[in-house]
Nanobody
Framework: QVQLVESGGGLVQAGESLRLSCTASSTRNLNFNINTMAWYRQAPGKQRDLVSDITRTGSTKYADSVKGRFTISRDNAKNTVYLQMNNLKPEDTAVYYC??????????????????WGQGTQVTVSS
């Protein structure tokens, strides 16, 4: 009922920058709200790990490996989260996934909570 569409991945050299975007939209014109939006990443053969998240009020959290290089932000009016990635390193190579948790009220007035993932966008950093 809610889909997340990511963009901005690509192939860059070490030291360069990329900006990822992820926008949430409803496939059924639901009036929804989103609490926390996050970026995860998964390298080949490894588990999916949290990179950064941001609450609706703007509180942020970062993995130690990206602190000082990555910046997460969001536009609540556009239901969009961004990840500015600077000084990229080969170890940042992974598929990056957007995640959002939120909810809406159904036709019976009941609160429905959910969590959705995006399809993933590849980030490749060459040395």
């Amino acid at each position: 009922q809610v889909q997340l569409v990511e963009s901005g991945g690509g192939l860059v050299q070490a030291g360069e920058s990329l900006r990822l975007s992820c926008t949430a939209s409803s496939t059924r014109n639901l009036n929804f709200n989103i609490n926390t939006m996050a970026w995860y990443r998964q390298a080949p053969g490894k588990q999916r790990d949290l990179v950064s998240d941001i609450t609706r009020t703007g509180s942020t959290k970062y993995a130690d490996s990206v602190k000082g290089r990555f910046t997460i932000s969001r536009d609540n009016a556009k239901n969009t989260v961004y990840l500015q990635m600077n000084n990229l390193k080969p170890e940042d190579t992974a598929v990056y996934y957007c995640n959002a948790d939120g909810g809406h009220y159904n036709d019976r007035g009941e609160r429905v909570e959910w969590r959705y993932w995006g399809q993933g966008t590849q980030v490749t950093v060459s040395s």
